[in-house]
């Protein structure tokens, strides 16, 4: 049942943006006033309405699967039984649906391509609660190309990580085909930021703290002032959105992280209620 349900899911966010991102796009073409942008939003629009009518994949990229699975610490769980079916679910997913292989066995010498888009990137976390929760992010890589991290000193402050972001987007342009969405990742080490801007993608969570929320309505006001736009043709929507994880870091460090989506920003997520174990499997 639990494979079935995650093959479904994956396939489906390939061809169905969550109604968030969707409600952005067509807000942004209502809104638009550059000519050259509205019509590059127009041909968005469009296509969103015929993957969704053909049950066809948004974009010849289907991106790479990126995973967060979050184990209740509370949840029946067992590791074995619980990355078995996860593995079985991605597998059958990546077999019924229509996926370009898209992934190499080797980055650097051989480049040969795994004709599976196996295996995935997954990630594990205990939080509180008794459930798991699985989010699956397809993750397009003219856009992650386009992403990067920033190792700024701690005496940066909010200005300096508000202009690294704007730095990593006035370099990307129009490559990463805005309007984009921005998760941005402070905190922790290098490569924990980088993880901490993915999970910024995936999650709507409002912040505690106002202060972020208000870096992130600065960051999306003045990327947007850059005038890239849609497709890189100018216009008022460079972004639709930008959203930020952060946590706790060294006291010599200041980590940023930005990792930038397409407007096809593709994520799903499962809730197991109750956890999984060797008795669900």
């Not at 922790?188 to 208000?214: C, F, H, N, P």
Request: proline share 4%; net charge neutral.
């Amino acid at each position: 049942m639990l494979e079935e349900m995650i093959a479904s899911s994956i396939i489906d966010a390939s061809m169905h943006l969550p109604e968030s991102v969707e409600k952005k796009i067509r807000k942004a073409l209502k809104e638009e006033r550059n000519g050259y942008a509205r019509f590059a939003l127009s041909k968005i629009v469009e296509n969103i309405d015929i993957a969704a009518g053909e049950e066809l994949p948004l974009c010849q990229d289907t991106g790479l699967l990126y995973v967060f699975c979050d184990i209740g610490k509370e949840a029946r769980f067992s590791y074995k039984a619980f990355s078995s079916v996860l593995e079985r679910g991605i597998r059958k997913a990546m077999k019924e649906g229509s996926f370009r292989p898209s992934l190499v066995s080797d980055p650097v010498f051989d480049r040969v391509n795994t004709k599976t888009n196996l295996p995935p990137v997954i990630n594990y976390f205990f939080v509180d609660g008794k459930d798991i929760t699985i989010t699956f992010l397809l993750k397009g890589f003219g856009s992650e190309n386009c992403s990067s991290v920033r190792m700024l000193r701690p005496t940066a402050g909010k200005d300096g990580v508000v202009d690294a972001v704007l730095d990593v987007v006035r370099t990307a342009g129009g490559k990463p085909c805005p309007p984009m969405f921005i998760g941005v990742g402070i905190g922790g080490t290098m490569d924990r930021a980088a993880i901490l801007s993915k999970r910024a993608l995936v999650s709507d969570e409002r912040k505690k703290d106002k202060r972020y929320k208000e870096m992130e309505d600065e960051i999306l006001r003045k990327v947007n002032d850059l005038r890239i736009g849609a497709a890189g043709l100018g216009g008022a929507h460079t972004a639709l959105s930008c959203s930020i994880c952060y946590e706790g870091t060294h006291i010599a460090s200041l980590p940023v992280a930005v990792s930038i989506n397409c407007w096809a920003d593709r994520y799903t997520s499962l809730v197991i209620k109750g956890g999984y174990d060797e008795e669900d499997a």
